[in-house]
């Protein structure tokens, strides 16, 4: 039988690179006969996390599938240091763009070397939302292209109708930043969509644009992969499948997680408090990799912990300094960000961290909440593990990732749905309060809730998805068909 192979891009951000390793690895164990080619590419300031990340993801392939899957490093640059934030992005894909020609010319000329009908044919290019122009070097190939969104499909719904409202309506969308009343019938939506639960970039004048390229790429790729599930986001995903829609065929093949546990990474501080904690008692508190607060907000936090009582595990992330793009660190000293003598009240029922593995920590039994950013991929992990989320979104799609959670699944309990964190575009006098935040807590904590009996169901639903003859491993295969029915 004839030998397909992928070619993987990612953009370089730890739930990108998580998510697209996860998929590669993931359509490798459906079927013996296909191959993938992974292509790395580094940021200026590449974060040791995603170092680990990347590492792990390396060495936790099975025998199998490692002898299958490449990695291929593309050179790092550094030549970012006075690009606005606006255009970093756009420069330094389109810089990457000859290193990943060189990259796949390479592979193709390996594979003509070998002059063997065994050799694996290149089939296609998988690319995520954030690095569609490369779609541009699988064209200078020949080579289909294929998008995995590391999103959901209620994005993806939403980013389609933005576009279809610009090119066929002239409505910019920026124009609804400045009316925090509008409110959007978006198709694959049961509720109309507030403007202020738009994404940021959408908003941006400098960015909207960019935006508004890649939905256009996305829609002239051959098909669309998407790391959700048909019981979690069925009305978007039918959507988006309708025949007068006009769109690539969408395949729901999630959810893709990475859930190898990290029990060093942790220390066995954390793991033994949490191991001594009743079950369901502890609410866990996260903003993924590059969350962060201010002063005055990490006060109303600690505020509200302390006032609800409730036992926590608290990742507490101090915030970047003002260069461009560096990233997130941990505090040497928590007195100098928490109120007075906060750690020593809260001895009994708390602990702080830094930098948090969030498979290990929300797949114990003493978690029973998530106060959480709503990033996608913390979002499908906690569905996975059971846990209800209280939501406070700081930037990209997470307001809309809430919206969707509390008003449209009844999956989540609201302590904002709208904000933005002042370091993600934000205004920094908009601080949620201590009393917001402890309401939050002490709903997402209800042992009886209706919320947490939705979440129990989609937990059980998110696992049959990806079992022989579940919806998504039934939508991964049909993916795997068309692409095998289209090698020469």
């Not at 934000?426 to 809730?449: F, Q, T």
């Not at 937990?459 to 998504?472: Q, T, V």
Request: glycine share 6%; hydrophobic share 40%.
């Amino acid at each position: 039988m004839k030998k397909a192979e992928l070619v993987f891009i990612a953009y370089p951000g730890s739930g990108c690179i998580v998510s697209t390793v996860g998929i590669a690895k993931y359509l490798l164990t459906q079927h013996e006969h296909l191959f993938a080619t992974v292509l790395v590419m580094k940021l200026p300031f590449h974060s040791t996390y995603d170092v680990v990340t990347y590492t792990q993801s390396l060495s936790s392939s099975s025998s199998s599938i490692s002898k299958r899957i490449n990695f291929i490093d593309l050179p790092q640059e550094n030549t970012y240091a006075d690009s606005i934030a606006a255009d970093f992005l756009r420069q330094f894909l389109e810089d990457q763009k000859l290193h990943v020609k060189n990259a796949v010319a390479k592979l193709m000329d390996s594979r003509r070397s070998t002059c063997s009908d065994d050799s694996p044919r290149l089939t296609g290019f998988v690319v995520d939302v954030l690095c569609t122009t490369m779609i541009d070097v699988a064209d200078e190939f020949g080579i289909p292209s294929y998008v995995f969104l590391t999103s959901g499909a209620g994005f993806l719904s939403l980013l389609f109708h933005l576009l279809q409202l610009h090119d066929e309506e002239n409505v910019d969308p920026t124009q609804f930043k400045n009316d925090p009343t509008a409110e959007l019938v978006v198709p694959g939506f049961l509720n109309r969509v507030p403007a202020r639960v738009l994404p940021g970039v959408m908003l941006d004048k400098d960015l909207a644009p960019t935006m508004m390229g890649y939905a256009r790429k996305i829609r002239g790729s051959k098909g669309i992969m998407v790391n959700t599930f048909m019981e979690l986001e069925s009305c978007a995903i039918r959507s988006l499948s309708d025949d007068d829609a006009k769109f690539p065929p969408v395949y729901p093949v999630g959810p893709i997680l990475n859930l190898n546990a990290h029990p060093n990474i942790i220390g066995s501080d954390i793991t033994k408090w949490l191991d001594d904690q009743p079950p369901s008692s502890v609410v866990f508190l996260c903003f993924g990799t590059i969350g962060s607060f201010s002063r005055d907000q990490v006060k109303e936090i600690a505020i509200a912990l302390e006032n609800s009582g409730v036992r926590f595990v608290w990742s507490l992330r101090k915030p970047p300094s003002k260069m461009a793009f560096a990233m997130p660190g941990n505090y040497a000293d928590l007195e100098e960000i928490l109120p007075k003598e906060f750690l020593d009240r809260t001895a009994e029922i708390g602990r702080i961290i830094g930098w948090a593995p969030q498979v290990d920590i929300l797949s114990h039994q003493a978690v029973g909440g998530f106060v959480s950013h709503c990033g996608w991929n913390s979002t499908l992990k906690s569905l996975w593990f059971g846990v209800p989320i209280a939501t406070l979104p700081l930037k990209s799609e997470q307001q809309l990732n809430a919206f969707e959670l509390v008003k449209e699944l009844g999956l989540g309990v609201e302590i904002k749905i709208d904000h933005r964190g002042c370091f993600y575009g934000g205004n920094e006098h908009s601080i949620v309060s201590a009393k917001e935040i402890e309401l939050g807590i002490k709903r997402v904590m209800e042992v009886d809730s209706d919320t947490r009996k939705r979440v129990k169901e989609m937990s059980e639903k998110s696992r049959r998805a990806l079992m022989d003859g579940g919806s998504s491993y039934s939508s991964l295969n049909d993916f795997i068909k068309t692409l095998m029915d289209g090698l020469p």
